[in-house]
């Protein structure tokens, strides 16, 4: 079993419930941001019912030690966990590691860093106690919130992902285990389990494409339709502005990532034509690559839109740094030249003077609280007059005997006008492409 698989499973099956986190400063890391750092891993931690009750940070020039903090302050933290500080070789780490495989007590060590499998290894011999860095610490939330088949496979691939590269440090799988080899030699655990990870993959990404076949027909049926797309940092309330512009009734919490996979609504009234809105994973800074790679279908509705909502928690003493690490991730994934329009959200907890002030520094956003009805009345009024722009008005005549057209028309279009003569003339504004697709129809007699 991988090494960051035991400590997962470890920190999950047995009474954990404390936590000391841990972070290097770089020199070119301002305090305050460490510190942010830090405070976002602690909530990530209370997530998962763990309490975070100390913290070491220690200013280094790289992070890259085998054992990612100091000797001196290896020990300090030692004192606090009962382990010797202390990395040890030869057979010694054979029994240490072994030693540390079995049920942790109720305290895990949290890096705030993605740790090497070396660095991971020799902390857990140093302390006695189980690890856990940021990267596993944020798969282990997503797969605690995730609800759908695809949710899941997306994080049980990520997971997988993060998890091969450490195999090979993980001394506890022992020796040999017979079966194939050179030389019938056998191969060893270490080869077995890395086959047995990436057949795992292999039949994840299978059952995926299946999925996302079904879902991209699913995207197709809904070409026609405008489409809104609700991104921003987690638990910055994007989900209460689904639900107040679609009426429908969203998970709703205040905890990071409570929203995994998509949900799509109609806007609420419905529109003419038909608006679309996406609730998409909320990010977070240093978001592991392997989830933003795997979540494809939830990222797809960013790509697409027409619209992008960036929802922004204005209340949070972080929310520039929050805003750049959505841009970023948006621009990873193609979405950068969408429209957007920045929603300056919880503006009730700001006062006059706060809000002064990020009206002057965001002219173009709307301050707002996805509580109140009347700033959920005046987004949707923003939301209409974007799409307003991009329709045109047209004039068609309908045969009486088509009447199923007509109805179709006034179901997807918006209707100007209707003149009764020899045929129907009905004047109609909506998008150039179903404009066409109209034209197509009836020329063609279908």
């Given at each position: ?263 799509v609504r109609q806007l609420s ?52 740094s929050q805003i750049r690490v ?37 002219p173009g956003a709307l301050l ?79």
């Amino acid at each position: 079993m991988p090494a960051s698989k035991r400590s997962t499973r470890a920190c999950r099956n047995s009474p954990v419930h404390k936590a000391i986190v841990i972070a290097v400063q770089l020199p070119e890391a301002a305090e305050a941001d460490v510190h942010r750092s830090l405070a976002e891993l602690k909530q990530l931690l209370l997530g998962l019912d763990i309490t975070a009750v100390a913290e070491v940070v220690q200013k280094r020039s790289v992070r890259s030690s085998p054992t990612y903090l100091g000797e001196g302050k290896l020990r300090e933290l030692a004192a606090l966990t009962g382990g010797t500080g202390e990395v040890p070789r030869g057979p010694e780490a054979r029994r240490a590691d072994r030693a540390a495989s079995e049920p942790a007590e109720r305290l895990v060590v949290v890096a705030d860093d993605e740790l090497s499998p070396g660095q991971l290894r020799n902390l857990q011999a140093a302390l006695g106690v189980d690890v856990l860095d940021r990267t596993a610490v944020i798969l282990r939330v997503f797969e605690s919130r995730a609800r759908t088949r695809e949710a899941r496979l997306e994080i049980e691939l990520a997971r997988i992902e993060y998890e091969l590269p450490r195999i090979r440090d993980d001394h506890t799988l022992g020796d040999r285990e017979g079966g194939g080899g050179r030389a019938s030699r056998g191969h060893t655990n270490v080869e077995l389990a890395k086959q047995r990870a990436r057949d795992r993959m292999a039949a994840v990404r299978r059952e995926l494409e299946q999925l996302k076949e079904s879902a991209e027909q699913r995207r197709l049926a809904r070409a026609d339709s405008f489409r809104v797309a609700l991104v921003g940092y987690t638990n910055a309330g994007k989900s209460s502005f689904m639900r107040q512009l679609t009426g429908s009734d969203v998970l709703v919490e205040d905890r990071p990532f409570a929203t995994l996979g998509t949900t799509v609504r109609q806007l609420s009234p419905p529109a003419t034509p038909a608006v679309l809105v996406a609730d998409t994973v909320g990010f977070i800074h240093r978001l592991p690559h392997a989830l933003v790679a795997s979540f494809h279908s939830t990222l797809s509705e960013a790509r697409e839109a027409w619209l992008l909502l960036h929802v922004v928690d204005a209340a949070d003493p972080a929310f520039r740094s929050q805003i750049r690490v959505t841009e970023q991730v948006l621009a990873d994934i193609g979405a950068a030249e969408t429209p957007a329009l920045l929603l300056l959200n919880k503006a009730d907890r700001l006062d006059r003077e706060e809000r002064d002030a990020l009206a002057r520094e965001h002219p173009g956003a709307l301050l707002m609280s996805a509580l109140d009805h009347r700033d959920g009345d005046a987004l949707r009024a923003r939301i209409e007059a974007f799409f307003a722009q991009h329709l045109v008005e047209q004039t068609v005549s309908i045969p009486y005997d088509r009447h199923g057209v007509l109805a179709e028309l006034r179901d997807r279009l918006q209707v100007v006008r209707e003149e009764y003569g020899d045929e129907v003339s009905v004047t109609v504004r909506g998008t150039p492409e179903t404009l066409g697709k109209l034209a197509a129809r009836l020329s063609g007699g279908g």
